[in-house]
């Protein structure tokens, strides 16, 4: 896979709005690489959708290993909460976490897309609706192809959008069923996506 | 807001008013993240291009639209789901019920019924039951008869009985049930004191002092404007000191209501009423003024 080196961050400034990531195996620690150097100003906030089993304890542990490693605060939200800068969103297991609107979440417990519940798609494809060209959508390392719809509906709609480069996944299943669908606008080594996000958000 | 995407909020707008008009169930104010893809899902499923197809076809043919229905609203639900939340309710809300000579707890989009036996039960082991008096609310009456059957697939009894014993149950699931062929079949003795009965709890009204008011994932279904007016709809029918039990996930957080009430479980959503109020208008001057 050869890395897609982004055009220049200039080329690209439009009025980004809201992060939204997708991953499931290997999540944690690719998570953790790429939210950990964000710095407690950053100007956007991230909505993520990692699969996970829906044992109420592990979520919890989830959390707070997240929380110990980034300078953003990390939560999950409440059904109807409110998106605010300065917060990590991290759905809820075994809900759906949708954008309701601007500015708002929703979750549901509908059935499952792709045998999964949260679903990245559902999450891409409503932040689109709302957001229209101003997100931006990452999908990391994960053994299945939730989030390939999701990110060519971002792309479709004006959005940006960067996979992975799935050398460097734990499991390269996503990433890659993510690049053949929605030919992203990047493809960036992990270790690189942190400092991308932060001059492509620097306004 | 591209001219597409406002196109496609017209189309789905008159599909929801269609049904309104037609056949009097009010989905206009559901939370439309997830009612975009349920219908996005049935026109796949109908082998039809778009929405406005759908509005002609529930508008001409009723058998249509009773299909629909059922994918139109969700009803997932389990016995003891949440265990932990029957626990909460034991330490948060059983002590003070213990104190009444008689209550009554309105179990609101009660869908099909597993929720209230598992809350019969418990009663049953708080010694409780016999003073209680429960409303059993939904809008679909086809599920409403299923909840009155009291009838579940056996292959659920295993997950059910893990939940129970998880909730703090005192003796085994299957005390409780009969199984026969591959159903179970809750006991008669847990029916006697629930009234099941038909509720739209975005046009209907009060079901007066109430001093339980459950009602677990179903606010996730509705925007904010609609969520208020239930919010608003539960405080009026809500006993002073009376109990509101959400799903995990469900906040009084966002609604104008909030100041009337404590935290009891921030976990498990456990509300008490503590504020005095008078009765709250139950219109919406928001995004539908027709109510």
């Given at each position: 896979m050869n890395v897609i080196i982004p055009k220049k961050t200039e080329e690209l400034k439009k009025q980004n709005e809201l992060i939204v990531i997708g991953t499931s195996w290997g999540g944690l620690d690719a998570l953790s690489t790429i939210l950990s150097p964000l710095p407690e100003d950053f100007p956007l906030p991230i909505l993520i959708v990692q699969h996970r089993p829906r044992n109420q304890l592990g979520s919890e542990f989830f959390i707070e290993i997240l929380n110990r490693r980034c300078q953003l605060n990390v939560l999950e939200p409440d059904d109807k909460e409110h998106i605010q800068t300065g917060n990590i969103y991290l759905s809820p297991s075994n809900y759906h976490m949708l954008v309701?609107?601007?500015?708002a979440l929703a979750l549901s417990n509908d059935e499952p897309v792709h045998y999964s519940r949260p679903s990245i798609d559902l999450l891409f494809e409503s932040a689109a609706e709302s957001y229209q060209q101003n997100v931006i959508g990452i999908i990391l390392t994960g053994a299945n192809q939730d989030g390939a719809e999701g990110l060519q509906v971002i792309k479709a709609m004006g959005g940006y959008t960067l996979a992975q480069d799935p050398v460097t996944a734990e499991v390269d299943t996503m990433p890659l069923a993510a690049i053949a669908a929605a030919k992203p606008d990047a493809i960036l080594p992990l270790k690189d996506i942190a400092s991308f996000l932060i001059k492509l958000c620097k306004n | 807001m591209s001219d597409s995407h406002k196109d496609n909020e017209l189309e789905l707008d008159l599909f929801l008013e269609a049904i309104y008009r037609k056949y009097g169930y009010d989905f206009r104010s559901y939370s439309r993240a997830s009612l975009r893809r349920r219908i996005q899902n049935q026109l796949e499923r109908s082998k039809l291009d778009n929405v406005c197809e759908l509005t002609h076809l529930v508008i001409h043919d009723e058998s249509t639209f009773i299909k629909i229905l059922d994918h139109m609203t969700v009803n997932v639900t389990e016995m003891f789901r949440d265990p932990h939340f029957y626990k909460s309710f034991r330490e948060n809300v059983a002590p003070q019920l213990k104190s009444y000579p008689s209550f009554k707890i309105w179990h609101a989009?009660?869908?099909?019924?597993q929720e209230i036996y598992s809350m019969c039960i418990l009663l049953k082991e708080l010694g409780l039951y016999d003073k209680a008096q429960i409303y059993a609310t939904d809008i679909d009456h086809q599920v409403l008869e299923k909840a009155k059957k009291g009838i579940f697939p056996i292959d659920t009894a295993s997950l059910y009985s893990q939940n129970y014993r998880e909730s703090?149950?005192?003796?085994?699931?299957?005390?409780y049930y009969t199984a026969r062929y591959d159903s179970i079949i809750m006991d008669s003795s847990l029916k006697k004191n629930i009234i099941f009965a038909d509720h739209d709890l975005a046009t209907d009204q009060v079901f007066s002092e109430m001093q339980v008011i459950i009602c677990r994932n179903v606010l996730i279904y509705f925007n904010q404007s609609l969520q208020d007016r239930v919010f608003r709809l539960f405080s009026n029918s809500l006993d002073y000191g009376a109990y509101l039990c959400l799903g995990?996930?469900?906040?009084?957080?966002?609604?104008?209501?909030?100041?009337?009430y404590k935290t009891l479980d921030n976990k498990y959503k456990i509300y008490q009423k503590t504020g005095q109020h008078e009765a709250f208008p139950l219109n919406r001057n928001n995004e539908d003024s027709s109510e």
């Open positions: 309701e609107h601007k500015g | 989009g009660c869908s099909t019924g703090g149950g005192l003796y085994s699931l299957s005390e995990s996930k469900e906040s009084l957080r966002f609604s104008s209501c909030h100041p009337f």
